[in-house]
């Protein structure tokens, strides 16, 4: 039998929950044994494979994070919001307290460090959605994992339940938030 296979996608996120999955130490090596991991922010795969589970970190902020976000949904059994920031906005949601225009104007040309500065406008770069929002605003989420980021025994816990065909639901000492 062919093993299940993994995937792990970085939208609008620091990656802390990225580094948090490198905490697994050896049991990464468990993983590769029980599943392909087919994709990651490594590999940088521009087309997300299809796999039996995703886990997706970060908020949707931009064109580019929804229209991935789509794709994996479409090419995912199951797909894990991954964090805080995937499963309720956290900390990009900031951003919503104020006018897009008014964001963009503080980040590229108000900012002290800044000597001279104007906003990006480019075909080429994914525009700024006018709130950030969580995966479930968009997408079907079949399993969160919160967490800020979650811990290494957290992730572990539902990669596990998730290869074994359960639905994770972690308590008490997996749910950390410091
Ligand atoms: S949940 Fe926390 S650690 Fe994970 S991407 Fe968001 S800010 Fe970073």
Redesign the pocket.
């Known amino acids: 039998m062919s093993k299940p296979k993994i995937a792990t996608v970085w939208l609008g996120?620091?990656?802390?929950?990225h580094?948090?999955l490198l905490d697994l130490d050896e049991r990464l090596v468990e993983m590769a044994k029980a599943a392909t991991l087919t994709a990651s922010p490594i590999t940088d795969i521009k087309e997300p494979p299809e796999v039996d589970v995703v886990l997706v970190?970060?908020?949707v902020c931009n064109t580019e994070n929804l229209a991935v976000l789509r794709k994996v949904r479409e090419r995912a059994k199951i797909l894990v919001a991954?964090?805080?920031?995937?499963c309720f906005g956290?900390?990009?949601t900031m951003r919503n307290f104020f006018a897009l225009e008014d964001v963009l104007q503080r980040g590229y040309v108000d900012t002290e460090s800044t000597a001279t500065g104007e906003v990006p406008r480019s075909a080429e770069l994914p525009e700024l959605l006018e709130k950030v929002q969580p995966l479930s605003y968009y997408v079907k989420v079949d399993a969160n994992l919160p967490?800020?980021?979650?811990s290494a025994e957290a992730i572990w816990f539902a990669i596990t339940e998730l290869l074994a065909g359960r639905k994770p639901v972690a308590g008490g000492s997996l749910l950390r938030y410091d």
């Open positions: 996120g620091c990656s802390g929950c580094m948090s970190e970060g908020a991954f964090g805080d920031c995937a956290n900390i990009p967490g800020c980021p979650p």
